[in-house]
């Protein structure tokens, strides 16, 4: 089976045209314009920021017009790791993917599911003519990954929407409430090396100052 088989047919599509795009964190250049150049094709007013955060606004449906705009987000970036044996260079080559009994799969490389699969329904809705809906827009925030840096970077002197529907979550079901972004806390402390039974104890020298790092998000909720 092919992706272009798998439905919605328009969400496959859009996926794997972005995973032939190299967009690992920080070279996102090439998927900015990507986006830039879809909003163009289609009659969609766009914008890119500093950062290189993009938007792209799409009026409401009959019916919907006035309604108050709706913000859909995803980020374009994605975490770049192969196999040892791998030879793709990420830096330059998109992902090549699989269809593996229903399921994706990239080829010896990370897939780019998060957060691609925000992108192509967003891609998916913004090209369609039958989904009813109110004025939508679409923020691709970049360098997630590395940080949030798109995000925190984020010029939003064009969005006018009050509600923001992120579509970043880690399974199906589950909303995110009450999030206020995400905080990062770094510390240091001294951790003792112990030799572990029937293994040498070459290694028993203290090791000081190992980071933990701890992400905190909001209230999940299980539908």
């Given at each position: 089976m092919q992706i272009t088989e798998l439905k919605p047919k328009k969400v496959f599509y859009y996926f794997s045209e972005l995973a032939k795009i190299p967009r690992g964190s920080g070279n996102t250049e090439k998927v900015e314009q990507y986006c830039l150049d879809f909003a163009a094709e289609h009659g969609l007013k766009s914008y890119r920021d500093e950062y290189g955060n993009v938007m792209i606004f799409k009026n409401g449906t009959d019916g919907y017009e006035q309604s108050a705009p709706v913000i859909l987000q995803g980020h374009l970036d994605m975490v770049c790791e192969k196999l040892p044996n791998c030879k793709k260079d990420m830096e330059h080559e998109g992902v090549d993917i699989i269809v593996d009994d229903g399921f994706l799969r990239?080829?010896?490389?990370?897939?780019?599911?998060?957060?691609?699969?925000?992108?192509?329904?967003?891609?998916?809705?913004?090209?369609?003519?039958?989904?009813?809906?109110?004025?939508?827009?679409?923020?691709?925030?970049?360098?997630?990954?590395?940080?949030?840096?798109?995000?925190?970077?984020?010029?939003?002197?064009?969005?006018?929407?009050?509600?923001?529907?992120?579509?970043?979550?880690?399974?199906?079901?589950?909303?995110?409430?009450?999030?206020?972004?995400?905080?990062?806390?770094?510390?240091?402390?001294?951790?003792?090396?112990?030799?572990?039974?029937?293994?040498?104890?070459?290694?028993?020298?203290?090791?000081?100052?190992?980071?933990?790092?701890?992400?905190?998000?909001?209230?999940?909720?299980?539908?």
């Open positions: 990239a080829d010896g490389t990370t897939l780019g599911g998060d957060d691609g699969i925000a992108a192509a329904y967003i891609f998916a809705l913004l090209d369609s003519d039958k989904i009813p809906h109110p004025p939508i827009e679409a923020l691709f925030t970049i360098d997630e990954e590395t940080g949030l840096r798109g995000a925190n970077a984020l010029d939003a002197s064009k969005l006018k929407g009050k509600r923001l529907i992120n579509i970043d979550s880690e399974e199906e079901g589950v909303i995110t409430v009450s999030c206020a972004g995400a905080a990062r806390v770094s510390c240091s402390m001294s951790v003792n090396a112990e030799a572990a039974e029937g293994m040498s104890a070459k290694n028993e020298q203290p090791q000081k100052k190992r980071t933990v790092q701890k992400h905190r998000y909001g209230t999940t909720i299980k539908s």
